[in-house]
């Protein structure tokens, strides 16, 4: 009796481990080079780090996650055409620079469109987010998860701005996006596209005025030192796309892929959690660093809202309208609206 309990036992260990080193097996070892536009201070490298254990853990050390900072591998778009070419594995990026690559993705860059966190997430990781991902192989990416970039909020050096009248003639940079230009252009400002890490020596050499950018990028990419005036807008939730290049996906075997997906999750996780933590802090330290901030009141806000409602309509054809009304619809259930 107890012998052959033993042996069983003794039998199952020995499949485990054959069933481990056949999984193993599937694993090779590869460095995978993931960039990104902002620094490693930002919640993304709290994100990466732990994607990066994950990965180490899950694959016995053999999946390697070498990350490069503050767009050391170029921009947003640069390292997007990268993946796209299969030269590049992995880039966190705002959707925003790809509306060029995949017009749908300019849906997410609608002003004043989600209302706080929790909305953005469940249509993110609901079936919207699915929706859009579904898309993105067909441009060369695979979009392993959507991570927070967030609310952004407009800086300038100019002028304390708290009215929509205010925005007037100010030169802000956007992203390369026609629905941010739009939107900015509604709202009165001199608005001009550019890749953000042009963005602080404009600033500092005054070639723009201002910029918009979440409070946790103002803070970890010091635009406080080279900007004056925080405004409170909180006019778009932008999210990043954590992208594989599907090139090079393709080469991945089936356990590769699910560890890689599994472990962008637990990252994404993570870097939500740290954003949303380090968002107030952040705001604290933007004080400190001798920036006065401007909230807006709601009478104001209804005017800028009002001023870019058109931006909707306008792009409809270039987005589409079926993914328009998908997001509206999910937003309504969500807001229990419907
Ligand atoms: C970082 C960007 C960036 C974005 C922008 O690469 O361009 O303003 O918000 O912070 O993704």
């Known amino acids: 009796m107890f012998k052959t309990r033993l042996v069983s036992i003794l039998a199952g260990v020995a499949l485990a481990a054959l069933a481990g080193t056949a999984a193993q097996a599937q694993i090779k070892e590869r460095n995978i080079r993931v960039s990104n536009g902002i620094n490693e201070d930002h919640p993304v490298g709290n994100g990466v780090a732990k994607m990066k254990a994950c990965m180490a853990d899950k694959s016995g050390g053999k999946l390697k996650l070498q990350a490069f900072w503050g767009g050391a591998l170029g921009g947003d778009l640069q390292a997007t055409q990268a993946l796209r070419a299969g030269t590049q594995e992995m880039v966190i990026t705002s959707s925003s620079p790809l509306v060029g690559i995949m017009p749908e993705l300019g849906v997410f860059d609608l002003p004043f469109l989600f209302s706080n966190e929790k909305e953005a997430d469940t249509v993110l990781d609901g079936a919207f987010g699915k929706y859009i991902s579904d898309k993105l192989p067909g441009f060369g990416v695979v979009n392993l998860s959507y991570w927070e970039n967030g609310f952004r909020n407009l800086t300038n050096s100019k002028r304390a701005v708290s009215k929509a009248d205010e925005l007037t003639g100010l030169k802000v940079r956007v992203m390369q996006n026609n629905i941010f230009l739009d939107s ?53 939730y932008t999210p990043f796309l954590a992208l594989y290049s599907k090139k090079l996906w393709d080469q991945l075997s089936a356990e590769e892929q699910t560890i890689l997906t599994d472990c962008s999750i637990v990252g994404r996780d993570e870097e939500r959690r740290v954003s949303r933590e380090l968002n107030d802090k952040s705001f604290e330290n933007l004080k400190k660093q001798g920036m006065q901030v401007s909230e807006v009141a709601p009478a104001e806000l209804t005017k800028m809202r009002e001023a870019t409602a058109a931006v909707y309509q306008r792009h409809e054809a270039t987005i589409g309208k079926e993914t328009i009304e998908r997001l509206k619809a999910d937003l309504a259930k969500i807001r229990g609206t419907n």
């Open 184 to 236: 900015f252009k509604s709202m009165g400002t001199n608005a001009t596209p550019m890749a953000f890490g042009e963005v602080f020596a404009a600033l500092e050499t005054h070639a723009i005025d201002g910029q918009e950018n979440p409070l946790v990028t103002i803070d970890t990419s010091k635009l406080y030192e080279v900007q004056k005036y925080l405004t409170m807008t909180r006019h778009a």
